[in-house]
């Protein structure tokens, strides 16, 4: 697939959604990109809301969505160029033009001229967050202050060839990026399937030659290992320039929630810096490849391709707060850095999960950051290829819903494939029926209760959904208890409420009141959700999840009920509350408390087509229990045999546990059957050790 081709794609897809929705074709456009870099790390949220105003001296102000990254203080503002422009380049004056819609912003915001503003707009919500965070500047130990403004510009065009990328001037000291998103970078964002884009330092970009190094352990084909002491100012100037990209997810999320500044680190960066090499941990840094030069002094690194600071994230952001804040002089400062040199994709997949979590002993590592990799997706994956949807709507074929495990999978499938490969190929895997992992989470958390959690965006409700698959602590979770209800059933109900949650969003845009407010949608509809599945859930009931399955739709009392309750739930999220914004107030679960106390109309319609919840009965042979029995069959005597050598090897099992997994060798040495329990209970210890680092591939058939 060309890039003219992969644009009209692309952009028809962006029409779809905006007919779908009933929004303009601008933040439709806006919402698909920055699904895709939040997809790749990019950002962590982002907000549409579309605003445009005239500032200082009668200066343009236009704006369509924004957010603020909590972990490394950038506030990005998005603006979406004129999309029906029949110009076919984006020049640097109409580049300039744009940013500077947004820098006005940023100017009205910092010198307080939005208090004139209508306070429900989104400019005034966008300039008082920038005027908060700019005086928290001011505030020594809060961390939470505008380090950076980062202007992103979306077009559906390409850039000129004579495009200069200009640094821009400082706003009251407060340093400004732009990127430019456009036709050529979209479409090669595609074809790379959308994986993040990694920070290589040239480290005489940031003031120095190199960095001497020791080279202490290695292991063919997987890594290097080196020891190096960084210049604090060095480190810091990298933090500040490339923020939360140069950080792994574990170190970011950190970032995120901690918010006041290490007084213990600050007094030693500032008091005596010369100390700072002694009584700091340092710092632990991954790399997939390096530059150096072996000189007199030494070997000296002069070049860290895709840096990221797996350990030691709080050091890193208190040497830039250092600088930033009290103007401190590094020149003194060293950091001890453990630089480890990863061969490849499939070991950076393997060993940075086993680094994070050794690197943060004396932390908690949140395991959602390694959630992605889970065997959960993996048979998610699988259930999805194997289940066909039933034909409907007139069409004589079935369908897939495509699970995209790996980011940009769908997309990254196509690009080789010519016009008409590529429409048989969506004929069977329609885009509308795309699964991404932020999705399915949204979808059942929704369902589960949790609206509030879903509220807070992508990120948190995928940590929410870690947890309860995998366990606070990568262990305990639904998983290790209960995979084997991980099956056709279970996903056949995973698509139905997917389905549900699809077309509420379109329905709800759809309705004549919402038009009129467009406004907080996604809280409209995970709390519309999660209110009637809680209300059938209390009546012992469930909403009819195999009718929507075979009809791949929602039915008609759902639909009547939803509309009725989502337009209930908008005045509820506006009525009397103790959070002025609306957004904010949604994510609080005392928010979600109190729509629980509320006495919602239920229709009776709904109410008849509810249906009772099926309760297995011991004697009954369920599809879990035969997925069991299969999966125990099917791994051979020397599988079993290594699972429990190598669970005894690390004293992970008891001596109970053991006896467990003694059943499953007899299963091949003695032909003896456990009973139903006896095959959950081996199927719990498996999920166990996986959780613990357990790998299949490890089995030695040699043995």
Known sequence: MELQEYIESFTNDVQADADTYQISIEEAFMSNIAEKLVENETISEYET??????????????INGFNYEESDGTFNLFIVDDLNEKSLSLTNTRIDALIKRAEELVYCGIETRFLEWEESSTGYEVASQIYRLYNNRLKLDIDYDLKKVRIFVLTNKSLSNRFKNVKREDIYEVPVEFSVYDATKIYDMAKAGFEKEPVDILLEDYGTEGILAIKCTSK???FDSFLAPIPGEVLANIYLRNGAQVLEGNVRSFLSVRGKVNKGIRKTILSEPEKFFLLNNGITVTSSGISYENTSAGLQITKINDLQI???GQ???SLANAIMKEKADLSNVLVMMKLSVLANHEIVVKLVPEISRASNSQNKVDEADFFSNHPYHVKIEELSKKILAPAVDGNQYQTIWFYERARGQYTVAQMKLTKAQSKAYQLKNPKKQVIKKTDLAKFLMSYEGLPHEVSKGAQSVMKKFSTHVQGSDGEGGFWEKDSSSVNEKYFKELIAKAIIFKETEKLVSSLEWYKEVKAYRANIVTYTIAILATHAKKKGKNID???IWNNQHMYESLINQIKLTSKWVYDFLTGPREVQNVTEWAKKEKCWKKAQEVQWQILPDFEDD????????????TEKTVNAMNFIVEKDEIFWREIM????KYLYLT???EGFLELAVKIHTHGKIPSERQFAEIIRIYNSMVSKGFKEQEVDVRN
């Open 49 to 62: 809301g579309y605003f445009k105003k005239r500032g200082r001296s009668n200066r343009q102000i236009e």
């Open 220 to 222: 063919d084909d997987e």
């Open 310 to 312: 797996v350990n030691g």
């Open 315 to 317: 050091t890193t952001a």
């Open 545 to 547: 999840l195999n009718k």
């Open 610 to 621: 509810l249906i009772p919840i099926h309760i297995e009965k011991k004697t009954e042979i």
């Open 645 to 648: 050598k190598w669970g005894k």
């Open 655 to 657: 001596p109970r546990e």
